[in-house]
């Protein structure tokens, strides 16, 4: 979905829906309009569904990684425990190591083994 103000394209949140929660696979908000509380409200916007909201991020703490942690927590997001490797989109890769956030809590180890299924099984059922 696309996140405007008016006109104004913003930025740009693609997600998956499932019964039980919310993945949001990609969430953009172009840098010049970053800190106008555009990422939060869309958060917010998302979250109004009332399921778990599921995000990923790189497990590395540089800088960019570090600010983009603590938004998330800022917004009520919670890190995972569970190693997470994220299957690659190209069958010819490899898969990556990513965190697991998740709102408004943590999830169960059998909620998480329910996504990477779904993530598995229908996002990236035909990777090419």
């Known amino acids: 979905m696309p996140v405007c103000d008016g006109k104004l394209f913003v930025g740009l949140a693609l997600y ?9 696979e990609h969430f953009y908000i172009l840098q010049a309009l970053r800190n106008h509380r555009y990422g939060r ?4 916007l998302l979250a109004e569904c009332g399921k778990t909201l599921i995000l990923e991020i790189d497990p590395s703490m540089d800088a960019i990684v570090w600010r983009r942690k603590m938004f998330y927590e800022r917004c009520g997001f919670a890190e995972n425990p569970f190693p997470h490797i994220h ?10 190591a990513l965190v697991v956030m998740t709102y408004p809590l943590p999830i169960t180890q059998e909620k998480y083994n329910d996504f990477y299924r779904y993530l598995t099984e229908k996002v990236l059922k035909d990777v090419f």
């Open 16 to 24: 998956r829906e499932t019964a039980e929660y919310l993945y949001i």
């Open 41 to 44: 409200r869309t958060l917010d």
């Open 87 to 96: 299957p690659p989109y190209h069958a010819e890769n490899r898969g990556h």
